[in-house]
């Protein structure tokens, strides 16, 4: 039976909450925390203060998995 879940093409979601607007964003999955705070802060330069709020929704990646009895 072959799994048809398309959860590894989804990339991860960021959505960033501001006093007056909300933004969101796709990340790479290969994305450090680094890379998650450059980006936010790119944002901040176009919005007043920094955001209330983060929320990230990581994408799942589902791999078979064999297990094996030991000799």
């Keep these: 039976m072959q799994n048809t879940y398309k959860a590894a093409a989804q990339p ?4 960033a909450l501001y006093a007056n607007s909300a933004l969101s964003f796709d990340l790479s999955k290969t994305a450090t925390f ?3 705070a450059d980006r936010l802060d790119r944002l901040g330069e176009q919005h007043i203060g920094t955001p ?11 791999e078979p998995v064999t297990l ?3 000799h």
């Design 12 to 15: 991860n979601r960021v959505m």
């Design 34 to 36: 680094a890379d998650l």
């Design 52 to 62: 209330t709020a983060i929320y990230m929704k990581f994408s799942m990646t589902f």
């Design 68 to 70: 094996q009895a030991g």
